[in-house]
């Protein structure tokens, strides 16, 4: 079992930043990749970033790619979003999550996914 919790949500202005953490539970976290995925009210829970069990590999959603780093400290089995340059569309709960599916490809599936946070607020005001 592991547990995800994730934190740095908040209100920022357009064009702010925000790191968003992840902490997990498990002592084998370098067994897992991880996920960041979002969800606005009344629309999908949709892939943000991913990130290789080694933190070699990642992978970003079109939307974010050049405002948003992934990473991750394998020491400390924790994950990192590094927003910048917000804008008002993406507000939204953001959620951490552990997978131990080995295939990349498929990390922008919310299906693969074995263990998910509970969520944090991210509101971007214009």
């Known amino acids: 079992q592991v547990q995800l919790v994730e934190s740095g949500g908040g209100l920022v202005q357009a064009g702010g930043s925000l790191r968003l953490s992840c902490a997990a539970s498990?002592?084998?976290?370098?067994?897992?990749?991880m996920g960041w995925f979002r969800q606005a009210p009344g629309k999908e829970r949709d892939f943000v970033s991913a990130?290789?069990?080694?933190?070699?590999?990642?992978y970003s959603a079109d939307s974010v790619k050049g405002r948003f780093t992934i990473s991750r400290d394998n020491a400390k089995k924790t994950v990192y979003l590094q927003m910048n340059s917000l804008k008002p569309d993406d507000t939204a709960v953001y959620y951490c999550?552990?997978?131990?599916?080995?295939?990349?490809?498929?990390?922008?599936?919310?299906?693969?996914?074995?263990?998910w946070g509970q969520g944090t607020q991210v509101t971007v005001s214009s």
């Open positions: 498990a002592r084998t976290f370098g067994n897992y990749a």
């Open positions: 990130i290789s069990r080694s933190g070699e590999i990642t």
């Open positions: 999550a552990a997978t131990s599916d080995p295939y990349g490809s498929r990390w922008t599936t919310k299906s693969v996914y074995d263990y």
